[in-house]
């Protein structure tokens, strides 16, 4: 059974939170602070940690920066007070998956716990089939049809996000974020310049398309 750690010093949250996880079924383990979570890693395989920030002794941040140390493909997902961009962006650059603002909707928690579950099985897998095209995170190519189809780093990593995600839509502020050097100048179109580009490359390719959300950004649709 999925096993998910969940750290949380507001205890009545965390039992209710584990109990609502486990009505989903899956297999849940509170801890209130950070040592007591890195027991709990410690005593046996843990598929994700849901983690609050604002947490005694160790907080949440420096937490989750520990973990993606010992482990950088366990998913992690932030329930916090703390809804303030700066936060957000820290968690993001520590490695966070994602970050859920108190007081949560505990349902809407399992299925982000879900959504997150599903993508790391994925990069466990390093491969994305969507029609006839396969992408190879280990080898970083793209097979369109048996033909390798040639795309920079860049390409393949914006390609291989929006297909392991498909139907969610990403800003071009979150791509950027995550696949542009923090300290570039470059703008936010230089996002539609590669969604070009992959679309011009990936024309006759059967199974999937790059689609527009106007006044946002980009999602792959399955087709």
């Known amino acids: 059974m999925i096993r998910v750690l969940v750290v949380e010093d507001d205890l009545d949250l965390n039992r209710i939170a584990c109990r609502r996880l486990e009505e989903h079924g899956y297999s849940s383990q509170g801890a209130s602070t950070a040592e007591e979570a890195f027991t709990a890693l410690s005593e046996g395989h843990v598929d994700l940690i849901v983690s609050d920030i604002m947490l005694p002794g160790m907080d949440g941040f420096a937490f989750a920066e520990s973990v993606r140390r010992l482990d950088a493909e366990i998913p992690i997902l932030f329930m916090t007070a703390r809804d303030d961009f700066a936060s957000k962006r820290r968690g993001f650059r520590l490695g966070v998956d994602d970050y859920m603002v108190k ?59 929006l297909l392991s995600n498909p139907n969610r839509a990403y ?40 689609v527009t959300v106007h006044g946002l950004g980009y999602k792959a649709v399955l087709t």
């Open 103 to 161: 007081p949560v909707d505990l349902d809407e928690l399992a299925l982000r716990v879900g959504a997150l579950l599903r993508r790391a099985k994925i990069a466990a897998d390093k491969r994305v089939a969507a029609g006839d095209l396969v992408l190879d995170a280990d080898a970083m190519t793209a097979t369109a049809g048996g033909q390798d189809v040639p795309v920079t780093v860049r390409e393949f990593n914006l390609l291989f996000k």
């Open 171 to 210: 800003t071009r502020a979150q791509l950027m974020d995550e696949f542009w050097d923090p300290e570039a100048t470059t703008g936010l179109r230089a996002v539609d310049v590669y969604i070009t580009k992959l679309r011009d490359k990936f024309a006759d390719c059967e199974g999937f398309a790059i």
